[in-house]
């Protein structure tokens, strides 16, 4: 049989047919149904800038730029899925945020996006915020991470609000203060930022779909949240500060962890039902083999993370899971998690491992390292794909992807061997 490509295959389909099928092949996969072929998700990451001569300021600063260089590498490499280059520096860049940086603002324009981890949440706020984590997260955390909303601090506490009248008449005329002011403007400006940048995503969406490119988690987007113990320790307390309090204050700890979990299912249920999406996007940071005892995982991790996946499917969500790091220690207790209501993109984990434990429980996401697309040769290319279709993509309820959510280094011709590979071996 000749080998397929990408032409051959669909060349006589209109992009709408190219879209229904492409569709349908996730839809199936998500319900651990089998496709006419297997699907492939194909996350092109920083590798966009390069295919389009660009760099990395530039598409992150320019959305029409990153969408056009989107939609060329699409049609160019015929994905069933693709995404990529489409990021927001926009309010972090207005609100002076301290916790990211960007090319061309605080890295040479062709770096890639940085994350700075910090304890911006004192072990001494735990009392704070357990007795009221709005009330902190606004008049003392947002005035730490955003240097333009120093201002916030000055603002009165907020249950005073449930005066009314009264709390208007008196403090209203707070917000004239100049730091306050200046604040309350600084969000503002933020807000049209991102509004700016949601309506080209919007016309990206669109020409994506004009492109013959298939929707995933039944469409209406994604809404992101993370597992409580990963909230806490992302973006509050910081690796050092967590694993101190595991054991200085695991108590306290704990129940910061069940307030967090029920407002981010609220969140996560209001934010779905208003856009019409019907997956959630969780990716998991510190959970992994190596990185917390097996005590520790069952006391501070497993049980809230498990009760979020279950609420969410209990209000007819899909969790996608970036499972990041290595799970193989681990794989059995993702069994207890609900029966077809998760899609699991797996990094370092034994895919085949995964397969044969969780192949009835789960949509798996993943198979092709990426090293392999930036150092293999084609051989190794398609004898990895082969191997991963026959077994992995056995029975349906799989989608073909790299292990990470970026192709940075990796080189094209490689990418669109493993992608005719996937057509040809993923056939059921």
């Known amino acids: 049989m000749a080998e397929a490509t990408a032409a051959t295959m669909d060349a006589d389909k209109t992009p709408q047919q190219l879209s229904a099928e492409r569709s349908k092949r996730f839809a199936d996969a998500y319900a651990l149904r089998q496709p006419d072929r297997i699907p492939i998700m194909v996350p092109f990451g920083n590798l966009l800038a390069d295919l389009a001569g660009i760099t990395r300021q530039e598409m992150y600063n320019d959305p029409a730029k990153a969408i056009d260089a989107l939609v060329d590498a699409v049609l160019r490499f015929q994905p069933d899925a693709a995404f990529g280059g489409m990021f927001s520096p926009g309010p972090s860049r207005v609100l002076g945020d301290v916790m990211t940086k960007w090319p061309g603002r605080d890295l040479p324009p062709n770096s890639s996006f940085q994350y700075n981890e910090g304890e911006y949440m004192k072990a001494e706020d735990y009392d704070a915020f357990l007795a009221d984590p709005t009330d902190w997260a606004i008049r003392t955390y947002l005035p730490r991470v955003f240097t333009e909303l120093k201002g916030l601090s000055m603002l009165p506490h ?63 987007g994604m809404v992101q949240t993370a597992a409580p113990f990963d909230f806490m320790s992302d973006t509050l307390r910081g690796m050092r500060g967590i694993f101190l309090d595991m054991r200085r204050c695991p108590d306290k700890l704990l129940a910061a962890e069940e307030k967090v979990l029920r407002f981010q299912v609220e969140n996560a249920i209001e934010r ?131 292990e990470i959510a970026e192709l940075e280094g990796c080189k094209p011709e490689l990418i669109q061997i493993w992608i005719d590979a996937t057509k040809e071996y993923g056939r059921y």
């Not at 309350?184 to 013959?212: C, N, T, V, Y």
């Not at 995982?297 to 209990?314: G, H, R, S, V």
């Open 272 to 402: 779905c039902k208003t856009r019409g999406a019907k997956t959630v996007s969780i990716p998991l940071h510190r959970g992994s083999d190596g990185f917390i005892s097996l005590p520790a995982f069952e006391k501070f991790y497993w049980p809230q993370f498990k009760k979020m996946i279950f609420d969410l499917a209990d209000a007819g969500l899909t969790s996608t899971i970036f499972w990041e790091g290595c799970w193989n220690q681990r794989l059995h207790y993702l069994k207890e998690l609900p029966k077809g209501k998760t899609v699991g993109w797996f990094q370092s984990s034994d895919i085949f491992k995964v397969k044969e434990l969780l192949g009835d429980v789960m949509c798996i996401m993943g198979g092709m390292p990426v090293g392999l697309l930036a150092g293999g040769t084609p051989e190794e290319i398609r004898e990895r794909t082969k191997k991963v279709c026959e077994v992995v993509g056995k029975g349906g309820g799989f989608i073909m992807s790299t």
């Open 158 to 220: 907020l249950g005073m609000s449930l005066l009314g009248y009264f709390a208007v008449s008196a403090y209203i005329a707070d917000l004239a203060l100049p730091e306050l002011a200046h604040a309350l403007q600084s969000l503002a400006d933020a807000a049209q930022a991102q509004i700016a940048w949601m309506q080209q995503f919007g016309k990206g969406m669109a020409r994506m779909a004009e492109a013959g490119m298939g929707v995933t988690g039944g469409g209406g």
